[in-house]
């Protein structure tokens, strides 16, 4: 792995499974945006869904989540998942907007939900 590509992948695990497991993360969104332009191998592309799948479910499960987390901004676009954790959380996004392998984490989430 590139030097710059695995520092921006731990730091986006960093806020992963450290910040948002307290129901915090105030660099998850720019962290995850960063990544999204970055030409990742086999091996960074698999990681970074683990943690998508797992940001996905949390923002779905946790009780207790910063409210700025949840708060959309509508200057990015719905394709950009990470900048509408609010409508995730809701049950309000559009799954067909999500790849797939968070699509499933998603509506089996929103299932358990109904």
Do not use: C
């Not at 998850?28 to 869904?49: H, I, K, P, Q």
């Not at 479910?57 to 901004?73: A, G, K």
């Amino acid at each position: 792995m590139a030097a710059s590509r695995l520092a921006r992948l731990n730091g986006y695990l960093e806020e992963v499974e450290f910040a948002l497991d307290m129901g915090d993360g105030p660099l998850l969104r720019e962290t995850r945006g960063r990544l999204g332009v970055l030409e990742l191998d086999a091996e960074e592309e698999a990681e970074l869904g683990r943690l998508d799948a797992l940001v996905v479910d949390q923002v779905r499960s946790l009780n207790d989540i910063q409210s700025f987390l949840l708060e959309d901004d509508p200057s990015h676009p719905l394709e950009h998942w990470w900048w509408h954790l609010g409508k995730l959380r809701d049950g309000s996004y559009p799954a067909n907007l999500l790849p797939e392998h968070l699509r499933e984490v998603y509506e089996h989430a929103r299932d358990e939900a109904a």
